[in-house]
């Protein structure tokens, strides 16, 4: 079992996708010194999240959407390092669905890492991702939303506010 695992949570919007390419790019180099970046593919972590923060839809995805978690897992038990899961949407995870995850990693130590940057340039971007995915409503009304609940919610408050996530992330 890896001694050490490291979850980068995001927040989104914070160069995950592009810290994500860098290791992707450098996946075996990474390996190499002892860093293992679980997963068939990249996707894989994405589709964790959605294991990880319940989506009522799983039932309705790919086999390799539903095994993915099971993937990452495993491939974190054979290993004798340090591994690295990464993805901004565990960001949405509800505290218990964070500590299930956590819990899931023992006996490794688990580490959380999270990106952020200010909240102008935070939360703008958060919005144009939102027209990005078909999201009609102005800057104000994106603003003006409050906090979902949902941890399906990924383009709000959410996870765009780091007190917010620390809350739900730090008890584990």
Do not use: C
Not at 6 to 25: E, R, V
Not at 100 to 127: C, D, K
């Amino acid at each position: 079992m890896a001694g050490k695992v490291f979850i980068h949570l995001g927040l989104p919007k914070t160069g995950t996708t592009y810290l994500q390419t860098i290791m992707w790019a450098d996946r075996e180099r990474m390996r190499a010194q002892g860093v293992l970046l679980p997963g068939r593919e990249r996707r894989d972590h994405l589709w964790t999240t959605r294991i990880v923060r319940e989506d009522p839809h799983l039932a309705t995805y790919d086999e390799r959407v539903r095994e993915s978690w099971d993937v990452l897992r495993q491939e974190i038990a054979a290993w004798e390092g340090t591994a690295l899961i990464s993805h901004e949407f565990f960001a949405g995870a509800a505290p218990e669905q964070a500590a299930r995850m956590v819990a899931a990693l023992a006996p490794a130590e688990v580490h959380l890492i999270v990106t952020a940057r200010e909240n102008v340039g935070l939360y703008s971007g958060g919005w144009q991702e939102s027209l990005k995915n078909r999201d009609t409503r102005t800057m104000a009304e994106f603003a003006a939303a409050e906090v979902a609940e949902s941890s399906m919610s990924v383009w709000n408050w959410r996870t765009l506010d780091l007190r917010l996530v620390l809350e739900r992330w730090a008890p584990t």
